[in-house]
């Protein structure tokens, strides 16, 4: 048996398993549902077919059925050998009835091989006023399949959850309806729960779009894919109760050698042009601070939202890379280009983490900072690391790390559960292939903790 940590995943052999939601029942405990979608590659339902809960408990496909409750505990069947074709991906969700996640204690997934019984994982999750959760999700990875812990909540209920995956809202509830109202022809399940097929309540999705300077100036394909971006994160910040927040972001871009890869193909430019989308909506000046590193971080010029077809063919890990270290005198590097022998190709995550630290203290803002850092893995400075983050707890700084594929991800997708800190200052998820990640769901993931620890740190006085 796995046990897996936020964002880890692992192949999954097994034709059928069971994925079982535990949680210690008791007095004042709420009521804990399991469901699951069936999504396409665009990370989308075909329908509300594709959604199986308690009322809809079997899949058109009989590839997923929901199994029924007992004491504690919520279980779904998944024949993986029978998930039809177009389907990239089953998530895992969970709904809390007459209460909030944060009430329920004990709270974990637990994956089974359903022939055998035997356990293949078990992901332990926390979480606070979510009442809807994504746990986990088995998805589609060179011709099998794997599991990835997710652990992702909605403030806004099971309803909020399945709208971000295309479920049907309707928009006409009244007021005071609960957030989700049962079928009219069906038994009326307790508050909370949701009806078949789901409706989501009247202005969700009411949010504020940020126009920044220098975007004018981009290409039009360009200028249409920053717009829509900013409103899916818009739409998040609102569904997490922090709408208008404003806040400093800060790229970091993992350079070690094993990234080489990952560049050449374009991904991580890609990667930059989507989170320069959340400078864009969370800072309006424009401007996004940014490092690349390996064995040493280098600054990169500060990218402005203008600018970033050049930046992004000037500064996204180009210039000379030696990976012998012979040298040899620059050539061609134009003004603001690192040169990447200097960078190296090895993984030192505290350096540039001492740095950007370095940097937030000498430039004070009175904005919390949202660090963006890439990593593919190959983490092995664990205890260097662990004590920077340990002593960034108390600065304005909310660190978001994104693993790239690799599950050595080391103390970055342990610190979760690390004890001794007053507030949670450093999120993580992976992301096997980000290109294949849409945009909601990406945006989704890295807003999902910073709100939380926004409102906490702001309550500890670590924010002003």
Known sequence: MTTLSKGANMPVTASTVKAVLGWSPGPGVP?????ALLVTGSGRVRSDDDFVFYNQPRHASGAVRHLGKQAGADALDVDLAAVERGI???????????GTFGQVPG????LLDASSGAELARFDMEAGAETAYVSGELYRRDGGWKFR?????YADGLAG???????TVDDEQPAAAPPLSPAPTSPRPPAGRPPSPVRAPAGRGESSIRLTKGEEKLPVDMRKRLSLRKEQIAVSLTKHGVSGLTARVILVLDASGSMATLYTRGTMAGVTERMAAVAAQLDDDGEMQAWTFASNPARLPDLVLGELPEWLARHVRVGQVSLFGRKKPPRGLLPGQVDMRAVGIQNEEQKVIAEVRAYVRDHPVPDPTLVLFFS???????DEIERELRAAVEEPVFWQFI???????GVLERFDTLPGRRVDNVGFFAADDIEKVPDAELYERLLSEFPSWVRTARQLGILR
């Not at 009521?31 to 469901?35: E, I, L, M």
């Not at 990239?88 to 007459?98: I, K, W």
């Not at 959850?161 to 479920?167: E, Q, R």
């Open 107 to 110: 709270l974990h997934l637990r």
């Open 403 to 409: 693993g790239l594929g690799r599950a050595q991800y």
């Open 161 to 167: 959850l399945a709208t971000d995956f295309g479920i």
């Open 31 to 35: 009521d804990v549902d399991a469901s």
């Open 149 to 153: 812990a997710v652990g992702q909540g």
């Open 376 to 382: 593919d893995g190959g983490v092995y400075r664990n």
């Open 88 to 98: 990239e991906r089953v998530v895992l969700c969970a709904s809390v009835d007459g």
